[in-house]
């Protein structure tokens, strides 16, 4: 079955990608689609044998490399954290599939745009599947190209091209640092196995490492340098600008790499790699203080964007924000547990959001829309359910609520009590989780107002056209907002609960209250009762605000933006990133370029090398050409000039001597 979830989807690539011409559009599609559905199906097999039954298992495919003392298999790696993984990648996978079939039904390039997303999800499997470094760093590279591809699939919208390659170039900037941290692994451990790293960890604990002339921890390097690239690829702040960018892809892809997958990548390093985290405390808070960062400032950013995909991506990078600061405080099982609903009700949102688009004939901004719940109903509802979802509604002392409520909320009390355990920087990221929590309330609920409630503000005639979505697109909805509303209360205790220690197994520790002292109610130690009102308090507080600007006062937001304050400007421009990465980058690094290319080489090296000595003698030869008068009289004068000069040199020569 293994060998079904992981090598099914890059089949499907290759029969859609090489033969459709052959097979033709519509059997590319079936393949790609029921294959994907068949891995999905495999993995749910999978999770309750692996994760619930305890029966992880590793399966060695071939020996991939064989050099020295290096020496890397192929496997297929098995456990709950796997299990977990593979369960999200298949299923929102396997529905964004479907969906597709409807999103990209006038598309004639279907069988490419397929392929690509088989070939996307076979990365990803082979990503969390990995029994070593390197084996992850081919599935890393893998949905990098992959996403690239998807990004820039409309390659003729130059705002496409330049999408692709900012994330292609950004996610390389965070590649380099986990390509050093695979070296420096092999370069201490001799070996990049997981289970032979992790288990010769302790006894590293004070090897010393040399990096640019700096003594380093060997495993805070390690461990520095692998949080890099899970920073790229999981838009953590300063590396977090291709993100939204990204969103110039069909809204389809948007669902499969910034909800579910690819940015998730991340966080599933961070917790694969905890027994090196655990021993690197300094990298550890600095990934807290980046997951902190990451959530307040993609909040703040959301409150300012209009297009509907753009607010739904920087909740996104925020959500991200939230498990890595999760993960930095140690808090594994929770940061997974948050990764795991947070699939459902993302993929749910974006998919909301792209059928939103497809009623609107590809109308993607907000200030173009309102009160379009009534052409729209359905897509209405599975939106407020995913903004339920996000937001994290739900009663605290009976412990009842949306998936939302159930991890989010988890983090935050966790990290109150992490706080309150010396762990640093664990009161500082229970206070901005909640700030952030109030700002991801207020810019999800202007998103559901601003879209289907209110006036209309668009063309009358988009709005006289407007529709409901085909069934293909909906099934999908539906089945997406089921995980929304049950996925945290049906699971919460495999994870964070009194069983989540069963349910790890070796493959994660369950976090301090695994043992069920935990919550309201709990015996022992557990969150102060105001902690647990904390995240619903605000989440109300951004409703009741979010209602009254733009449904009691609507057009009032409107009049505030044309103003054009600078706090409109600064969110607006996303903290002007940017134009600073823009400047300082981009501008500074063609201005270097051209130092060196019209300074170094065309003035230095050309002008004192070939160009000068090409041009000394260009202009001797025109100046002796100039003396080839063709007149007889002109070389005899020169001939006797020069018999004259010889006769004065031998005369002064002989009566020198």
Same mark, same amino acid.
């Given at each position: 079955?293994?060998?079904?979830?992981?090598?099914?989807?890059?089949?499907?690539?290759?029969?859609?990608?090489?033969?459709?011409?052959?097979?033709?559009? @519509? %059997?590319?599609?079936?393949?790609?689609? $029921?294959?994907?559905? /068949? #891995?999905?199906?495999?993995? =749910?097999?999978? +999770?309750?044998?692996?994760?619930?039954?305890?029966?992880?298992?590793?399966?060695?495919?071939?020996?991939?490399?064989?050099?020295?003392?290096?020496?890397?298999?192929?496997?297929?790696?098995?456990?709950?954290?796997?299990?977990?993984?593979?369960?999200?990648?298949?299923?929102?996978?396997?529905?964004?599939?479907?969906?597709?079939?409807?999103?990209?039904?006038?598309?004639?390039?279907?069988?490419?745009?397929?392929?690509?997303?088989?070939?996307?999800?076979?990365?990803?499997?082979?990503?969390?599947?990995?029994?070593?470094?390197?084996?992850?760093?081919?599935?890393?590279?893998?949905?990098?190209?992959?996403?690239?591809?998807?990004?820039?699939?409309?390659?003729?919208?130059?705002?496409?091209?330049?999408?692709?390659? @900012? %994330?292609?170039?950004?996610?390389?900037? $965070?590649?380099?640092? /986990? #390509?050093?941290?695979?070296? =420096?692994?092999? +370069?201490?451990?001799?070996?990049?196995?997981?289970?032979?790293?992790?288990?010769?960890?302790?006894?590293?604990?004070?090897?010393?490492?040399?990096?640019?002339?700096?003594?380093?921890?060997?495993?805070?390097?390690?461990?520095?340098?692998?949080?890099?690239?899970?920073?790229?690829?999981?838009?953590?702040?300063?590396?977090?600008?291709?993100?939204?960018?990204?969103?110039?892809?069909?809204?389809?892809?948007?669902?499969?790499?910034?909800?579910?997958?690819?940015?998730?990548?991340?966080?599933?390093?961070?917790?694969?790699?905890?027994?090196?985290?655990?021993?690197?405390?300094?990298?550890?808070?600095?990934?807290?203080?980046?997951?902190?960062?990451?959530?307040?400032?993609?909040?703040?950013?959301?409150?300012?964007?209009?297009?509907?995909?753009?607010?739904?991506?920087?909740?996104?990078?925020?959500?991200?924000?939230?498990?890595?600061?999760?993960?930095?405080?140690?808090?594994?099982?929770?940061?997974?547990?948050?990764?795991?609903?947070?699939?459902?009700?993302?993929?749910?949102?974006?998919?909301?959001?792209?059928?939103?688009?497809?009623?609107?004939?590809?109308?993607?901004?907000?200030?173009?829309?309102?009160?379009?719940?009534?052409?729209?109903?359905?897509?209405?509802?599975?939106?407020?359910?995913?903004?339920?979802?996000?937001?994290?509604?739900?009663?605290?002392?009976?412990?009842?609520?949306?998936?939302?409520?159930?991890?989010?909320?988890?983090?935050?009390?966790?990290?109150?009590?992490?706080?309150?355990?010396?762990?640093?920087?664990?009161?500082?990221?229970?206070?901005?989780?909640?700030?952030?929590?109030?700002?991801?309330?207020?810019?999800?609920?202007?998103?559901?107002?601003?879209?289907?409630?209110?006036?209309?503000?668009?063309?009358?005639?988009?709005?006289?056209?407007?529709?409901?979505?085909?069934?293909?697109?909906?099934?999908?909805?539906?089945?997406?907002?089921?995980?929304?509303?049950?996925?945290?209360?049906?699971?919460?205790?495999?994870?964070?609960?009194?069983?989540?220690?069963?349910?790890?197994?070796?493959?994660?520790?369950?976090?301090?209250?695994?043992?069920?002292?935990?919550?309201?109610?709990?015996?022992?130690?557990?969150?102060?009762?105001?902690?647990?009102?904390?995240?619903?308090?605000?989440?109300?507080?951004?409703?009741?605000?979010?209602?009254?600007?733009?449904?009691?006062?609507?057009?009032?937001?409107?009049?505030?933006?044309?103003?054009?304050?600078?706090?409109?400007?600064?969110?607006?421009?996303?903290?002007?990133?940017?134009?600073?990465?823009?400047?300082?980058?981009?501008?500074?690094?063609?201005?270097?370029?051209?130092?060196?290319?019209?300074?170094?080489?065309?003035?230095?090296?050309?002008?004192?090398?070939?160009?000068?000595?090409?041009?000394?003698?260009?202009?001797?030869?025109?100046?002796?050409?100039?003396?080839?008068?063709?007149?007889?009289?002109?070389?005899?004068?020169?001939?006797?000039?020069?018999?004259?000069?010889?006769?004065?040199?031998?005369?002064?020569?002989?009566?020198?001597?």
């Amino acid at each position: 079955m293994a060998y079904i979830v992981v090598f099914g989807p890059l089949l499907a690539a290759i029969v859609a990608g090489l033969f459709h011409r052959q097979i033709g559009v @519509k %059997a590319s599609m079936l393949i790609t689609t $029921g294959l994907t559905i /068949l #891995a999905a199906l495999g993995s =749910a097999w999978l +999770f309750f044998d692996v994760a619930v039954g305890g029966n992880a298992r590793t399966y060695q495919l071939a020996t991939w490399m064989a050099v020295g003392s290096f020496d890397v298999s192929w496997a297929i790696k098995l456990d709950t954290l796997s299990a977990v993984m593979l369960v999200v990648i298949t299923s929102v996978s396997s529905l964004v599939h479907v969906y597709s079939w409807g999103y990209m039904a006038e598309d004639p390039h279907r069988p490419r745009f397929f392929a690509y997303l088989s070939l996307f999800t076979f990365a990803m499997l082979s990503l969390v599947t990995a029994d070593n470094f390197l084996q992850m760093f081919f599935g890393w590279e893998g949905v990098g190209l992959a996403s690239y591809l998807l990004i820039g699939f409309w390659y003729k919208k130059e705002s496409a091209n330049s999408a692709a390659i @900012k %994330a292609f170039v950004t996610n390389r900037v $965070g590649d380099f640092g /986990l #390509a050093l941290g695979v070296m =420096a692994i092999f +370069f201490v451990f001799g070996t990049v196995s997981f289970d032979e790293v992790f288990a010769a960890a302790p006894g590293q604990a004070d090897t010393i490492l040399t990096f640019f002339g700096i003594e380093f921890a060997a495993l805070e390097l390690i461990a520095l340098l692998l949080f890099i690239g899970a920073m790229g690829k999981s838009a953590q702040f300063f590396l977090h600008v291709w993100l939204p960018d990204a969103m110039e892809g069909p809204t389809p892809v948007s669902a499969l790499i910034h909800a579910a997958t690819m940015v998730t990548a991340g966080v599933f390093l961070v917790c694969r790699a905890y027994p090196i985290y655990e021993m690197a405390e300094l990298t550890s808070a600095f990934i807290t203080v980046i997951g902190l960062t990451t959530a307040l400032f993609a909040a703040t950013v959301g409150l300012a964007q209009n297009d509907i995909k753009r607010v739904i991506a920087y909740s996104t990078c925020s959500q991200l924000g939230y498990m890595f600061f999760a993960a930095g405080l140690g808090l594994y099982s929770a940061a997974m547990f948050h990764l795991f609903t947070h699939a459902f009700f993302k993929a749910l949102l974006f998919l909301g959001a792209g059928s939103v688009i497809h009623g609107l004939h590809h109308e993607q901004d907000m200030r173009h829309m309102g009160g379009v719940w009534k052409k729209l109903p359905l897509t209405w509802g599975m939106m407020l359910i995913g903004t339920l979802a996000l937001t994290g509604v739900g009663l605290p002392l009976i412990n009842l609520g949306l998936a939302g409520f159930y991890s989010k909320d988890m983090i935050l009390e966790e990290a109150f009590m992490a706080g309150a355990e010396g762990i640093p920087f664990g009161f500082l990221a229970f206070i901005v989780g909640i700030i952030a929590a109030g700002l991801t309330s207020f810019y999800s609920w202007r998103l559901i107002f601003f879209t289907f409630h209110g006036t209309y503000r668009g063309d009358q005639k988009t709005f006289d056209h407007a529709h409901e979505s085909p069934w293909v697109m909906m099934i999908p909805l539906f089945l997406l907002a089921i995980g929304a509303v049950f996925a945290g209360m049906v699971f919460r205790s495999d994870f964070v609960g009194s069983g989540a220690l069963t349910f790890w197994g070796e493959s994660l520790p369950a976090g301090p209250y695994a043992e069920g002292n935990y919550g309201p109610g709990a015996e022992g130690h557990h969150p102060p009762t105001w902690v647990l009102f904390a995240p619903v308090g605000v989440t109300a507080i951004g409703f009741v605000l979010a209602y009254w600007f733009y449904v009691v006062k609507e057009g009032l937001p409107a009049r505030i933006a044309a103003q054009n304050g600078p706090l409109h400007r600064f969110l607006s421009n996303k903290w002007y990133f940017d134009e600073i990465y823009d400047f300082v980058f981009v501008r500074g690094t063609r201005a270097l370029g051209d130092l060196f290319w019209k300074g170094g080489d065309q003035k230095i090296i050309d002008g004192l090398g070939p160009n000068g000595v090409a041009a000394t003698v260009m202009g001797g030869a025109r100046r002796i050409a100039k003396m080839q008068t063709g007149y007889l009289y002109h070389y005899a004068f020169v001939m006797l000039i020069g018999v004259l000069l010889l006769t004065i040199w031998l005369i002064a020569g002989v009566g020198g001597q």
